[in-house]
């Protein structure tokens, strides 16, 4: 049975939007230019590597093995949809009244910043986390758009990351803070769904 391209893109929507509105490009670059931007192009080209690749294993590795970690500590779908709700909720909160994402704590750059708190628990955060695991129940058609969503929002953060100074010299840091602060928006919407979808669950007895 051939899948038509329209239905075949709207379901890899579903799956791309609330990763790219919960991991938030935006927010990261903000949060990257704060940390970075004062140091040399190639240390900040290392940064940018390893916070791209550590970011995009750690959720690929959640997005494989979640389940089985759930399943081995007895946690519920239902459970964690309603956990990464919160989390989501706590997130989309900081993200509209700050206009940006939570940052560490801490004034020196190290070497690894781009492992810790970049790769996570910016990128790769309890909400990212959280949400890989859910969208991975949805068949084998959202085990391949989860894994192509997370190849495509980490090739955008390597180019906002990459182009940082540029993207920001050209838009302006108010606008991203406005952009960010709608994705937050949305952010609580998603939230909201995920706290309706365990209740389903519950009530309907697949939890």
């Not at 791309?16 to 991991?23: E, N, R």
């Not at 690929?60 to 970690?69: D, H, Q, Y």
């Not at 239902?78 to 997130?91: F, P, R, S, T, V």
């Amino acid at each position: 049975m051939i899948v038509p391209l329209s239905f075949a893109i709207t379901e890899f929507l579903k799956v791309f939007i609330p990763l790219f509105v919960v991991i938030d490009p935006f927010g990261a670059m903000l949060v990257f230019m704060t940390m970075a931007g004062s140091l040399e192009t190639h240390e900040r080209r290392v940064i940018t590597a390893d916070a791209v690749i550590y970011g995009f294993i750690i959720l690929v590795f959640f997005a494989l093995f979640g389940n089985e970690l759930l399943y081995f500590f007895g946690i519920s779908i239902a459970a964690i949809e309603i956990a990464g709700g919160i989390i989501l909720l706590i997130m989309s909160v900081q993200m509209v009244r700050e206009g940006d994402r939570p940052k560490s704590a801490g004034g020196n750059v190290e070497r690894d910043v781009g492992i810790v708190p970049l790769a996570t628990p910016l990128l790769a955060g309890p909400g990212a986390i959280s949400l890989v695991i859910i969208l991975m129940n949805g068949g084998l058609s959202h085990f391949v758009f989860t894994i192509v969503s997370l190849i495509v929002v980490f090739g955008i953060i390597f180019l906002f990351f990459t182009f940082s100074d540029r993207i920001l010299r050209l838009v302006g840091e108010k606008a991203l803070k406005v952009v960010t602060r709608v994705l937050g928006i949305l952010v609580a919407g998603f939230a909201i769904q995920y706290f309706l979808d365990a209740i389903t669950l519950i009530y309907t007895g697949l939890a």
